[in-house]
């Protein structure tokens, strides 16, 4: 095979990984968005995402808060928003990915005790940390900035 048909065919499958792989991204984040393992955290009236946080993002933030705590549930909410990029807001709404489920939170009222819990299904539900049990929201999908 000569050198030049060597190089087309090289050139043509460069050409043709490059769009595969936008597109396997591409419906990666659209599935893990539509299953609860990906957590956008948007402006909600620009509509603006600042960013895409995964379950093991969540995990990266838990070690990062609580190091070497084996007793941590999951990151505070107020750790997740800080390292989204989130600023500026008066109040966010958490919103869950079944059930309609919202909650709407002022800025005062993100403290130590709201975290952001794992669960066996690979998603995080949003607890106070003394009522485990019972969950504010369930698979929780997005985090918007609310004014």
């Avoid at 190089?7 to 539509?34: K, M």
């Avoid at 190091?67 to 928003?81: E, F, H, R």
């Avoid at 309609?100 to 949003?126: H, I, M, P, Y």
């Amino acid at each position: 095979m000569s050198l030049t048909k060597r190089i087309v065919i090289g050139a043509l499958c460069v050409l043709l990984v490059i769009p595969l792989a936008y597109l396997f991204e591409n419906y990666d984040r659209e599935n893990g968005l539509h299953t609860g393992k990906v957590i956008k955290v948007q402006d909600q009236s620009s509509g603006k995402v600042l960013s895409l946080m995964g379950v093991d993002m969540m995990k990266t933030l838990m070690n990062q808060e609580f190091p070497g705590d084996a007793a941590a549930k999951g990151p505070t909410l107020g750790y997740v928003i800080g390292a989204s990029g989130l600023t500026g807001f008066r109040d966010v709404e958490i919103k869950g990915l079944k059930r309609n489920e919202t909650c709407r939170l002022s800025k005062d009222e993100l403290n130590e005790s709201l975290v952001l819990a794992f669960t066996g299904r690979g998603t995080v539900d949003l607890i106070r940390r003394n009522e485990p049990d019972r969950p504010l929201i369930h698979d929780v999908s997005e985090i918007n900035k609310v004014d």
